[in-house]
C-alpha cells in the first residue's frame, strides 16, 4: 500500500515492464561522468510508449537544453516519406501520428523544428530548419514551408532549442520516468548514468536508430564528441 499525494492511502496502479540493455555486455565495467545531471521532465518525452509517453527506453538520444543546461530527447522523431523540396509535396512532411502529437505537445501547433538528414541515402547529413504552420495528429501529416534541401525517409525531426545535438543515452536499462507518483504530471529528474564516459554501446537499443549508413556516422560521431570513451556494436561488425 503507498501514500499518494491527495494523502489517502490506495493502491496504485501496476505497470509491466521490461529492461532494455544499452551496454553489449560487461555493464559492470561501463563508466559515466561524475556530476548532476538533470533530465528535463517537461521537455522529455518517449512517444514511441504511448499513452506512457512519461516512460523514457534505454536508448533514448538525449541532448543538453541550452537555456537550463537540462537534457531532453534529441529526436521527436523521423519523416516516414521522402521529402522533395521541389515536388507536390513540397509543402507538407509526413510522421506517425505519435510523433505529430509529440510536435505539438513540446513545440506547439506551428512553430519550428529541424530536419536532419541526407538528400539521397549515404549522402552528406544536412540539418535545415523548418517552419510549420499545423500538425494533424490524426494522420501524422505537417504543413510547413518549402524549403530548399531533400531529405530521405527516415530523417528526424528534431527540437532546436539546443537539445538536438545528441550527446548520450539513457544508460538505466529500466529507462527513466519523468512524472510524479500518479504519472499526471511531469517532473526533472536527477540521472547519476545519463552521461557514459566508456563502453560499448548496443545499437539495436537506441531509440530511433537509422538503417542509413551517413546517419549512423552522424548520431555516432555526435555522441563521441561529448563521450569519447563510447564505442557501438556495429563499429565491430
Not at 533530465?39 to 538525449?62: R, Y
Not at 531533400?150 to 530523417?155: F, H, P, Q, R
Not at 545535438?165 to 510524479?180: N, Q, R, Y
Not at 549512423?216 to 561488425?237: E, H, L, M, Q
Request: proline share 5%; aromatic share 8%.
Amino acid at each position: 500500500m503507498f501514500s499518494v499525494p491527495n494523502g489517502k492511502p490506495g493502491m496504485l496502479q501496476t505497470y509491466l515492464a521490461t529492461p532494455r540493455e544499452v551496454f553489449l555486455a560487461n555493464r559492470q565495467f561501463a563508466q559515466f561522468v561524475a556530476q548532476p545531471v538533470t533530465v528535463d521532465g517537461t521537455n522529455s518525452s518517449n512517444p514511441q510508449n504511448a499513452p506512457f509517453t512519461w516512460l523514457l527506453f534505454a536508448g533514448t538520444v538525449m541532448g543538453r537544453v541550452a537555456a537550463t543546461g537540462k537534457y531532453a530527447n534529441s529526436i521527436l522523431g523521423a519523416i516516414t516519406v521522402a521529402y522533395s523540396h521541389s515536388g507536390g509535396s513540397s509543402t507538407s512532411l509526413s510522421t506517425d501520428v505519435n510523433t505529430a502529437g509529440e510536435i505539438v505537445r513540446r513545440i506547439g501547433s506551428n512553430g519550428t523544428f529541424k530536419l536532419t538528414g541526407p538528400p539521397t541515402s549515404g549522402g552528406t547529413v544536412a540539418t535545415q530548419v523548418v517552419t510549420f504552420s499545423a500538425v494533424n495528429t490524426n494522420t501524422g501529416v505537417i504543413t510547413i514551408s518549402a524549403t530548399s534541401a531533400d531529405a530521405i525517409s527516415g530523417s528526424f525531426i528534431q527540437p532546436t532549442d539546443g537539445s538536438e545535438t545528441p550527446v548520450t543515452l539513457i544508460c538505466d536499462a529500466w529507462g527513466t520516468k519523468v512524472s510524479d507518483q500518479l504519472n499526471t504530471t511531469r517532473v526533472d529528474v536527477f540521472d547519476a548514468q545519463l552521461l557514459a564516459a566508456g563502453g560499448t554501446i548496443n545499437t539495436a537499443m537506441i531509440v530511433n536508430y537509422p538503417t542509413d549508413t551517413s546517419m549512423k556516422a552522424w548520431i555516432k560521431s555526435s555522441i563521441r564528441a561529448t563521450c569519447p570513451g563510447v564505442n557501438f556494436s556495429d563499429d565491430f561488425a
